[in-house]
């Protein structure tokens, strides 16, 4: 897990749309799993599973209909995509709630319902922008664990403008300000991320 790590304003949402190809970088290359965002857009973009700070769900579908939508979106055969919508249920525990309807769901399960949409297609990249916004603790908690236990699968990549974020669920943090990556560290090398960002910024 990467965690980007940097005030509002400092660019993390922007490097997270260049990466997903949702906008053209004004210079300079980025690469997913070896493929070039610009020159390879479409293969590129196969290979990333995004969920933007407020992900748009359809509010009145359930959340097993939904899926299966979004699996079809993405050009999965009909097998695959039963296949792929049943595991990713699984995998975000929502068996319970896989017939209700998404407007009536908890902030948390919807998060974790974005979640699921995004790891349809089994994505190399993992991007979650802002992952913990508006949820209560207990759900900050399970949200915490649910990366961590998605990591032996993907790389992820998730941004936050709060340092404990990143201390509590990374095991590396990037420091971004005014769209300038100032340095990496080893969060798991006991690196006090508060300090570093204070002596830089």
């Known amino acids: 897990v990467m965690g980007l790590l940097g005030p509002n304003g400092s660019g993390k949402t922007t490097i997270l749309r260049i990466l997903t190809g949702y906008l053209r970088p004004s210079g300079g290359t980025a690469r997913i799993t070896g493929l070039d965002v610009v020159d390879d857009a479409l293969a590129a973009r196969g290979r990333v599973g995004y969920v933007p700070e407020d992900a748009a769900l359809y509010g009145g579908m359930s959340v097993r209909e939904f899926l299966v939508f979004m699996a079809k979106l993405k050009g999965l055969a009909v097998r695959a995509a039963t296949e792929a919508v049943e595991s990713a ?113």
Do not use: C
């Open 89 to 201: 249920i699984e995998r975000l525990a929502l068996g319970d709630v896989r017939r209700h309807l998404i407007a009536r769901l908890s902030r948390g399960y919807r998060q974790r319902v974005a979640i699921a949409q995004a790891l349809l297609g089994n994505p190399a990249l993992l991007i979650l922008d802002e992952p913990t916004n508006g949820l209560d603790p207990r759900q900050i908690i399970e949200m915490r664990r649910l990366i961590r236990s998605l990591a032996g699968r993907h790389t992820i990549l998730m941004t936050s403008h709060i340092l404990g974020e990143i201390e509590r669920t990374a095991d590396r943090a990037g420091l971004l300000l005014d769209g300038k990556l100032l340095g990496v560290r080893d969060v798991a090398d006991g690196v006090d991320l508060e300090a570093w960002f204070l002596s830089v910024t």
